[in-house]
């Protein structure tokens, strides 16, 4: 038998006013459209914001339905977003934020594994890393690098 071990690294932001002023502004327009999120079950709200190579900031919120597994995630409502309407552009960087209605998140909270999934096609599609960034309502920001510091052992097509 052999171990493998994986080690992952994150840069670790105080608060929103330690990041740079690119980040602090991608990542105040993820508080802004997580406000808007509709989560009337789990009153658990999510913002996404995903910077392109062209530019464009491309917004996102969850959006929940009686039928539970209708519903969606903000990284997945941004990315598919980004995707149809930019299907040519390279995600640089996603700033996502998440916030409790019945307690306060000061945690960072990362991507559930179905946003992992769903960013790790990207990633892979474009043969470049996505620069990740996530918090809580408050508190500490953390950085990844890349989607392979939160997925590392990552299922592509490369399995099909």
């Known amino acids: 038998m052999k171990k493998i071990t994986i080690t992952t690294e994150f840069s670790v932001f105080d608060s929103l006013e330690d990041l740079p002023n ?4 991608l990542m105040g327009q993820a ?13 658990f709200r999510v913002g ?3 910077l392109l190579d062209n530019g464009k900031i491309v917004l996102g919120s969850n ?3 009686a039928a539970y597994p209708s519903g969606l995630c903000a990284e997945r409502v941004a990315i598919f977003q980004a995707g149809a309407i ?4 390279k995600i640089i ?7 409790s209605d019945t307690n306060k998140t000061t945690m960072p909270i990362p991507p559930c594994g179905s946003c992992r999934q769903s960013i ?4 892979i599609k474009q043969d470049t890393p996505i620069e990740i960034y996530f918090m809580g309502e408050t508190g500490a920001i953390y950085k990844s690098a890349s989607l392979k510091n939160l997925l590392p052992f990552m299922f592509d097509k490369n399995f099909l």
């Open 48 to 50: 996404t914001a995903i």
């Open 63 to 65: 959006q929940e339905n």
């Open 22 to 25: 690119d980040i602090y502004s």
């Open 93 to 99: 960087k996603m700033a996502i934020t998440a916030a």
């Open 120 to 123: 790790a096609e990207y990633e």
């Open 31 to 43: 508080v802004a459209i997580r406000k808007k999120a509709y989560a009337p079950y789990s009153k």
């Open 86 to 89: 930019f299907p040519e552009a």
